[in-house]
């Protein structure tokens, strides 16, 4: 007889309810489908506008929830035209809010924020401008603008919300543990590695007594963690914490789910640090073909993924299968994120490391010079990314150099 611990009961049980849920909101769209289409033919917004668009909000967040931004945008658009047919300022706020949060998923950070800022002037107006759910808006417009790669304002505004929040919650209230969290995901962007982790692990004790140590979005905070263990050389505790995380979300999501690939980005970076590079070009390679797969050709999230392979094959000196793969990574950030973010930079300066091995110096002086410009705009002097573009001038100089010597001599 198998036996099943607790564990599994839980997760089984908590996987049917997500069954449940999913097929009740479904059924309800098809009715809700049906009678807007009816409704259209007639020129009415319908029987009950208002339930009709809080019904389309939820089986788009059903999507949202599973990572299936494609099929959530429609559901989420046409729920927001009904809100303004139906003049209900209340479901165009939490419409608007919803898109700005599908938009960022899907690497459209502009039209995300257009989004956030206009729900944020409404829900003011709603309710006001302390109000809970305005930091939850807030929160939200602090990722958009980590993605856009301005990370002073995504860190004032994660302190305003969490400033908004601590009007109504102690401290210490797991209900602020996700802004701690999100603060602390812009701070490893910014380098703060130290006040980075002690973020994260004030928020982590809180995180798992609220949700639990197998729940999603604890093992998803373990995962960033792990990531920023990877940036401190921490490997042994990354590589712990990355195990944990990629169980539990295989078991949920399956094994091939773009939901994992932050995750398995880490993990190759630990294989890369250990000089595994077998494993880590089989990971980031997975990566790239579930990315593809599940988010589109244009997603920003394929430019970063093909970033860090180019930068795998520099490592190993293939200098070969990096020029096409560094090229397309450059092309691709910089018509998605644009020419002034830090990734669209870094993307340059991998690619100028490939033309130093070929002696195309020229453009790799101009690349390294466009990637110095954008960083030092964006982070301090010393910054590991600014860093890195100054080992590479250094580099090209040292190149440079010794060929000028030589011709002397010819």
């Avoid at 668009?53 to 559901?75: D, E, I, W």
């Avoid at 809010?97 to 459209?108: F, M, S, V």
């Avoid at 109504?168 to 995901?185: E, K």
């Avoid at 703060?192 to 982790?197: D, I, N, T, Y």
């Amino acid at each position: 007889m198998i036996s099943v611990t607790p564990l599994q009961k839980k997760s089984s049980f908590r996987c049917l309810t997500l069954v449940l849920v999913f097929g009740l909101v479904m059924l309800n769209a098809k009715s809700v489908a049906l009678e807007l289409q009816s409704a259209e033919k007639a020129g009415s917004p319908g029987r009950d506008g208002q339930a009709n668009c809080k019904v389309l909000r939820s089986m788009a967040r059903v999507y949202m929830a599973g990572g299936n931004y494609t099929k959530a945008q429609p559901l989420a658009e046409n729920a927001m035209t009904l809100a303004k047919k139906n003049n209900s300022d209340s479901e165009l706020c939490w419409c608007l809010i919803d898109l700005a949060y599908l938009y960022k998923n899907q690497g459209r950070f502009d039209d995300a924020e257009s989004m956030c800022i206009e729900a944020l002037e409404l829900q003011k107006e709603l309710y006001y401008e302390n109000h809970p759910h305005v930091a939850g808006t807030l929160r939200i417009l602090s990722s958009i603008y980590q993605g856009q790669a301005k990370y002073n304002q995504a860190e004032t505004t994660m302190e305003k919300a969490i400033a908004i929040m601590l009007k109504s919650h102690l401290s210490d209230d797991p209900t602020l543990a996700p802004f701690q969290v999100d603060l602390a995901r812009v701070m490893v962007e910014q380098g703060k590695f130290k006040e980075a982790e002690s973020n994260y692990l004030q928020a982590l004790e809180l995180i798992k007594n609220s949700y639990g140590p197998d729940h999603l979005y604890t093992t998803g905070v373990l995962g960033s963690i792990a990531e920023l263990y990877t940036h401190q050389e921490k490997y042994n505790k990354a590589e712990d914490l990355i195990h944990q995380t990629l169980a539990i979300q295989q078991r949920i999501y399956g094994p091939q789910h773009h939901l994992m690939v932050p995750a398995w980005l880490t993990q190759a970076r630990i294989c890369q640090a250990r000089k595994d590079y077998t494993e880590a070009e089989k990971l980031l390679k997975k990566a790239l073909v579930v990315v593809e797969k599940d988010c589109g050709n244009e997603h920003p999230l394929i430019g970063k993924v093909l970033s860090l392979l180019g930068r795998l094959y520099i490592e190993q000196q293939k200098y070969a299968q990096a020029q096409s793969i560094c090229e397309r990574a450059a092309n691709m950030l910089e018509n998605s994120l644009g020419a002034e973010n830090d990734y669209t930079a870094i993307a340059f300066n991998n690619l100028a490391r490939v033309y130093i091995s070929q002696q195309k110096y020229s453009e790799a002086k101009q690349l390294c010079d466009r990637a110095l410009n954008t960083l030092e705009n964006i982070f301090e002097h010393n910054h590991p990314n600014v860093t890195e573009v100054h080992k590479t001038i250094a580099l090209l100089q040292r190149k440079t150099e010794k060929e000028t010597e030589v011709a002397k001599f010819m």
